[in-house]
């Protein structure tokens, strides 16, 4: 039996043409039909180097030699269309990268300016935050003021209080009808005394029902502010004045310094409403994380010397109830 002679990479190259010119896949089957010997593998192999072959060849627009001429201008049109597809293809693609790299730049900037107006609002609550300590540096001082006047006044009324008591042990054994207008000039006393507490309890009634008018009626942290400073400084006026005088004029102090310390609450409403602003900048740009963190140091203390302020104004009523029970 004749041994058939094993298959040439130019034995598949002329399957493959065959196949080719017949309109026919250059599928393995096929050329083993065209060959009528080998195996798949080795015609696999070889099919595989043609095809490299002559996508090499194309790649340097010339056709591979020894093809068929039936084939060659089917084989360039293919090649030409193929180019062309891929030509437009990359030309589609660089577009959307470059749509792609516009977007970007436009977010870069949106970025940028937001970033910008986070270091914006955080300079203004940062602003904010030293202008509300300024305020409570001087309400303290203020405070510190009234205490004193108050303590002036106390020892004013004590000395008045106790000039009475020597006059009238001096008169008391030969004067009885100076007694008796005495004992009713203390009866009367105390009626006025009752009527200043009534007038004192209406009055605190009306600050309360103030307050929630002007809590009610912010419209804006600087008109809030300015408003804050004005009444501020008008309930202090007050209150100085009031301390000038004797009894009465001690119990309105008080009052006042009710007031004074409803203002020093309303403070820790702003800024708590500050906390809340810093938490959106915070959303809108985690680059004002830190600044944040600053701003809510400066609420801490603010709250901190608001504390101070109430415990110190607690100690001001407590000095002046003896002076309101006298």
Request: proline share 2%; hydrophobic share 40%; glycine share 4%.
């Amino acid at each position: 039996m004749t041994r058939q002679a094993p298959i040439t990479l130019d034995d598949v190259r002329q399957a493959i043409y065959d196949c080719l010119t017949a309109c026919e896949a250059p599928s393995a089957d096929r050329l083993l039909a065209h060959l009528k010997r080998g195996s798949k593998t080795t015609v696999l192999k070889y099919r595989d180097q043609v095809i490299e072959e002559i996508r090499g060849q194309l790649q340097g627009h010339a056709l591979p030699a020894g093809m068929p001429e039936a084939l060659q201008a089917p084989i360039a049109a293919f090649w030409q269309a193929a180019q062309e597809v891929a030509f437009a293809r990359l030309a589609e693609e660089r577009a959307a990268l470059q749509q792609q790299m516009d977007s970007a730049v436009q977010d870069r900037e949106a970025a940028l300016a937001q970033a910008a107006a986070s270091d914006q609002e955080r300079e203004r609550i940062r602003a904010l935050a030293e202008e509300r300590q300024a305020l409570i540096e001087r309400l303290r001082a203020e405070r510190d003021q009234a205490r004193e006047e108050g303590r002036a006044t106390q020892r004013a009324h004590e000395q008045a209080v106790q000039t009475l008591q020597a006059k009238h042990e001096a008169e008391r054994d030969g004067l009885s009808q100076q007694v008796e207008q005495s004992r009713v000039l203390i009866e009367e006393l105390r009626i006025e005394q009752a009527r200043e507490r009534e007038v004192m309890a209406g009055q605190e009634q009306h600050y309360v029902r103030v307050i929630e008018e002007v809590r009610a009626e912010r419209d804006g942290l600087n008109k809030k502010l300015e408003a804050q400073t004005r009444q501020s400084e008008q309930r202090v006026q007050e209150l100085s004045k009031a301390l000038a005088s004797q009894q009465r004029q001690a119990m309105q102090a008080e009052v006042e310094l009710g007031v004074a310390n409803a203002e020093v609450e309303r403070l820790r409403e702003e800024v708590a409403d500050g906390a809340r602003a810093l938490a959106e900048v915070r959303v809108r740009e985690q680059v004002a994380v830190a600044q944040r963190d600053q701003a809510r140091e400066a609420e801490r203390v603010a709250r901190e010397a608001e504390e101070e302020l109430r415990r110190e104004v607690d100690a001001l009523r407590v000095q002046v109830e003896p002076v309101k029970e006298a």
